[in-house]
Structure formats: C-alpha cells, structure tokens
C-alpha cells in the first residue's frame, strides 16, 4: 500500500496529543509515530505522544518491532487502544488500532482504515478470485456511498478514494471524485488517481512505450529503440534521494540475478539532477550490472510528464516488443516477470 503524506504548508502550528494504551505481543519498548520522538511504553501498556503540527495528513504508527499502521493525525486530543497482531503467512508483527477516540476526521479515518485492513469482510479469502473481487467493490462502494451522505468535505475523503479504487474500479471511482468538493478535487491523492487514468488511457490508445535517447553512466547516449533480444524489459524510474526507490534496489538485484539469463533487461531511470549523486548510488547499492540512465529534472523530466508518473519508485514491464504489460499497478512484480519469460519460451 502507497500512502502519501501531506505536502506541509504555511499553517499555523498546533498541538496535539495521544493518549494510548497498547497490547504487546513483541519485546517493544516504544511506540513510534513518524517524524516524533519515540514514546516509551508503560509497565502498564500505556504510552503518551505530545507534538507540534503544521497541517493535518496520515502519519505512520507502530512499534519498535511492528509493521506500520496509518491514523489521521490532526491537532486536539486522542485517546487510542492499539495492538500487536499476527495473521497466518505473514512473518512480521502487525499494528493495528481497533480505538481511536478523537477529532472527527480521526475516526471516520479509523472507521475506513479497520474496514479497510479487514477487506471489507474478505479478509484471508483470494483477492483474485472474480466472486471476491464483485464482494469486495460491493462493500466498498456501499461503505463510502454512507459516508457521502454524512459529508463530502472531509480532507481523508481523497485518501480512501484512493484506497477504494482497485474494488471500486475507474468508473465508481471517478463518480466518487465527483461527489467531493473543488478543493478536494484538486487534492494530491485524487491527481494521483486521475494521473493513473490518463497513463491507462495513454497505454491503451499507444501500447508500445516511447523509444527515448538517454544519456549513461559514460555520458554515452542509449536509445531502447537499440536493445533486442530481451523478452522482459523493467523500467524502473527512481532517484538517488529517494528512500524507498533505493530499498527497492536489493529485490531488483535478485531478479537480474535470477533472470537475466532467460532475457530479462532491467533500465534503471534516475531523475536525479546531481550526476555525482546518481553514481555513488549506483556504486553504494551495486546496481551497475544493468543499464543505468539518467532523465534529470525531477518530475518534470519528459518521461515523467508523458506517463503521467506522479512519485517513485515506479516501474513498468515491457515485453520484446516494447508492449507495455503492466498497466493497472505502479510497479513490477516477480510473477509478472516469470510469467512473460515462460510466455517466450
């Protein structure tokens, strides 16, 4: 799950302040909000987080041993009961906080995020089965037809559209955007969304990805429309600052490993700007096995505009034709790679 933070603006700063108490499961000894210091736990479970903050937005909660969860911080006072979890194929301890007593936006974001964790009642039962899929849009789209008719002005709104998006589909989706108010229309999470349907409608009008001439790490110029041969191509657009693009960078190192002999090419896009920057990281995670590229100018680099790419890291699969496969997710998954090297074979 891609959860985006507010962008800070010139608000006033205002104080809020949890109050919690938590189950424990693990040997965790602080509660973690991001960006706060961590809040040592009680012998009796309880735990408090004081703070400043700028504007309203989703913040991530966890322990010192725990996956992380998401809550809607604002300023006022909470009072939250939170647990340690586990649930069957899943390693890491999970968060979760069945509780949380607070501003308005607070709860209604609590009331989605414990519907949310849950499937909409699906929990555990295959995603990908079509009788789950009809299920989980059916309770999805009857949860926020509910919460509609309470407001349409609620700044969490944009962010459980977005999570409603893939049960709901484009077209529940955009009614959904509809219903909001011009400010929350032009909110970030919903230019996400609207940024994927124009890439969609672009991928499907076009299909073959745009041949592009970039320069290399030896300010050589490297073109797609040169490599053949490869049955999988994985474009991954990402920069040297950004920290989940170089997480990314072990897994990718695995694929090539694995994969690079049965024809898989994997072009490493980077927007950074600082050329210095760009090879040291390349040097520091050893991605230099594969094509490295550089479209600097951030976001406003021409790929970024054409594909409507609105974060990283962001990736794309292409098969020997340069046809783009991948066009629902923001990334690539193994079993899409495996699944076009056997389709080649």
Known sequence: MFL??????????????????????????????????PAPIRPDGSFEIKGDITQPGIA???????????????????????????????????????????????????????????????????????????????????????????TNSSPVLPDMIRFVEFPGGDETTKLFIQKLTPELRNSYDITIIEDGFSRKEK?????????????DMADSNFSLASLSGKKAILIDFWSSDCGPCRMNHPKLKEWYAKYAASGLQIIS???????????????DDGIGNWINVCAPNGFKASLMQDYYIPFIPF?????????????????VTEKEISALLDARH
């Open 203 to 215: 991928i499907k009008k076009e299909k073959v990805f745009e041949n592009f001439t970039l320069p």
């Open 269 to 283: 896009i980077s927007i950074d700007d600082n050329k210095a920057a760009w090879l040291k990281a390349i040097h």
């Open 315 to 331: 990736g794309f699969l292409l098969d020997e034709n340069r046809n783009i496969v991948n066009d629902e997710d923001s990334w």
């Open 4 to 37: 985006s933070i507010t962008a800070l603006t010139s608000f006033a700063q205002q104080q809020f302040e949890i109050h919690g108490k938590i189950d424990l499961l693990s040997q965790s000894k602080n509660v973690r909000l991001s960006g706060y210091d």
């Open 60 to 150: 991530l909660i966890m322990t010192d041993s725990s996956g992380a969860s998401a809550i809607w911080l604002a300023p006022g006072e909470y009072t939250i009961h939170c647990k340690e979890i586990t649930m069957p194929d899943i390693k890491q301890v999970l968060f979760r906080t069945p509780v949380v007593k607070g501003p308005a936006d607070a709860e209604l974001y609590n009331d989605f995020e414990t519907k949310q964790y849950s499937a909409f009642g699906t929990a555990g039962q295959n995603a990908q089965d079509p009788a789950i899929r009809a299920l989980r849009k059916e309770r999805a789209v009857q949860y926020m037809d509910s919460i509609f008719k309470i």
